[in-house]
């Protein structure tokens, strides 16, 4: 349930103000709107902008990746909004209202607190968790949510893609389905974005803006994970996935129809970004705080762990920069309004818009291209904490891949727990690499496959945004300069993630050249030692002949 320290009644209604004097984040000397969001209210706004004017906005996943980014933007490019609540459940001993706090104090804040001082009034967290039926929302938030909310933002799932089918289907699939049923009974909804990725369909060859079928009924599936017990799951997952490579696009496709389904005659809109990574521009360069994706694997070569890649050098890497999602997300909501209204006024049936938000027919990049870019400026910003000189290659073909994670991964791996264990330390190196190796089989599937992608409904998103509006909620990835954002993505790696920061890239440089050195005086021994094992063989062989 909401706290009383925000103030119950002063967000009961965005008019109601009477209120506004107990807040503890709000001057006392604040009358009106427009005061409150520092702004004059004659001000000239855009399209989508206008919008979001005094709009209540309710937002599922705000503490993670995309939510983050997706509070700090609206904050900040909708200065008239009215209330964000996020939906925050207690975790490691922290409640909700300190978890809503500590929020603000990461570094993409920054910008906002200082174009928006006055912007803590306008959060209000909103116990709740998404594993539990009905999101864990007590009534009293229910009745708020159902009173209050013009917008949804459903952004949260679990992206784990080794998650048991029970906790995959309850955050993937019941929680869409229990949300949307909330917002069908909200007097005044706007619009609901329901955030989902391209790879739903990846067992399609051409993925198109529209809802598939799903490989089992969403209902059929939640009751089974309600009453079969986990181990039998278990067993049944293989069977459930078919051609699915894991749990996560599984239950993120059988969603979709649920979403299709529970959102009839509702302004909603399915939102699919590709590989979503670091931020290109907003609201900082190169933020990224999970080790999600292709992410993970330039940090990890970076380091010198990851030294071999199944993947095609010639396939496509489909990645997008956060901050352009979170754009294009906030434009489908304003352009999901605005074709729903249109269908009412001219007594039209309304269809649900699909946008697919993707780079491989806007500004493609291969994953030999993505490599080659992470190693050019990877070896300019070194890590301080490496263990090693990059050395990353892409194998293709699956028995070669195993014998080059053999020779470049165990051997390695295994010399060194044995130099632990003789100096009587605890050998960890093996264990690193078995969940090493499970990351990189995820990444795999794709990384050695090519789709094809349509994306027509954004093209048309966009060309119905003003110059104004394109400006401000940039989404346009033929724009997208991907050497730029090399630039400082490598950056962004080793300051944000690996918490490493500028002031030792001097000394990791030198320790760098150190790594370059033993590196190839390494190659050279085993030149030798594998030209001396030819000899070998081969003398043998002769000696037999």
């Not at 209604?13 to 427009?34: A, F, H, M």
């Not at 080059?404 to 051997?411: E, M, N, P, V, Y």
């Not at 000899?535 to 062989?541: A, I, P, R």
């Amino acid at each position: 349930m909401i706290v009383d320290r925000y103030g119950y009644a002063t967000f009961e209604s965005q008019n109601n103000l009477k209120n506004l004097d107990s807040s503890p984040y709000i001057e006392s000397n604040i009358t009106n709107i427009g005061d409150i969001n520092g702004i004059n209210n004659d001000m000239d706004l855009t399209p989508i902008q206008k919008f979001f004017d005094g709009a209540n906005i309710f937002i599922t996943g705000s503490t993670g990746f995309l939510g983050k980014i997706l509070v700090e933007k609206l904050l900040r490019s909708c200065p008239t909004v009215s209330t964000l609540y996020l939906l925050v459940r207690n975790k490691k001993g922290k409640s909700m209202e300190e978890r809503v706090d500590e929020m603000f104090d990461d570094i993409i804040f920054d910008k906002m607190k200082k174009e928006c001082p006055k912007f803590r009034h306008k959060v209000v967290g909103v116990g709740g968790d998404c594993v539990l039926p009905t999101l864990g929302l007590s009534i009293q938030d229910k009745r708020l949510l159902i009173d209050e909310i013009n917008i949804v933002f459903h952004v949260a799932a679990t992206v784990r893609f080794d998650e048991h089918i029970k906790t995959a289907t309850a955050i993937n699939i019941r929680t869409p389905r229990d949300l949307l049923q909330l917002s069908r009974q909200m007097k005044n909804l706007k619009s609901y974005v329901h955030v989902s990725t391209v790879f739903a369909n990846c067992i399609k060859k051409v993925i198109e803006e529209k809802v598939y079928p799903p490989g089992i009924d969403g209902e059929k599936l939640i009751a089974m994970a309600d009453c079969v017990p986990e181990n039998i799951l278990a067993q049944m997952t293989p069977t459930l996935l078919g051609d699915y490579p894991n749990t996560y696009t599984f239950t993120k496709q059988v969603a979709e129809d649920l979403v299709k389904r529970e959102g009839e005659n509702l302004p909603v809109t399915i939102f699919r970004p590709a590989i979503v990574v670091s931020s290109y521009k907003e609201p900082c360069e190169a933020w990224i705080n999970n080790m999600y994706g292709p992410t993970g694997v330039v940090a990890g070569s970076g380091m010198g762990l990851i030294r071999s890649l199944r993947a095609d050098g010639n396939v496509n890497a489909n990645i997008v920069p956060v901050d352009m999602v979170v754009n294009g997300m906030i434009a489908a909501a304003w352009g999901v309004g605005e074709s729903y209204q249109k269908s009412i006024k001219e007594n039209k049936t309304f269809e649900m818009p699909v946008y697919n938000y993707e780079t491989c027919s806007k500004k493609p990049i291969t994953w030999g291209e993505y490599m080659e870019n992470s190693e050019k400026y990877g070896l300019i910003f070194p890590l301080s904490k490496a263990i090693w000189y990059y050395s990353l290659c892409l194998i293709k073909y699956y028995p070669v891949y195993l014998v080059a994670i053999f020779f470049l991964h165990i051997i390695p791996a295994l010399l060194t727990d044995t130099v632990l264990l003789c100096m009587g330390r605890t050998p960890r190196m093996m264990r690193a690499y078995k969940k090493i190796h499970k990351y990189l089989e995820v990444i795999s599937y794709f990384a050695v496959r090519e789709w094809t992608l349509k994306s027509e409904g954004s093209d048309r998103l966009l060309e119905e945004m003003t110059d104004k509006d394109k400006e401000l909620f940039f989404m346009d990835l033929r724009k997208l300069d991907w050497d730029k954002f090399f630039q400082s993505y490598l950056i962004g790696i080793r300051m944000y993630l690996m918490q490493d920061p500028m002031d030792t890239l001097e000394r990791s440089k030198k320790r760098w050249n150190r790594f370059y050195y033993a590196h190839q005086c390494l190659k050279v021994v085993l030149a030798i030692v594998g030209l001396q094992i030819a000899y070998w063989l081969l003398s043998s062989l002769m000696k037999l002949v």
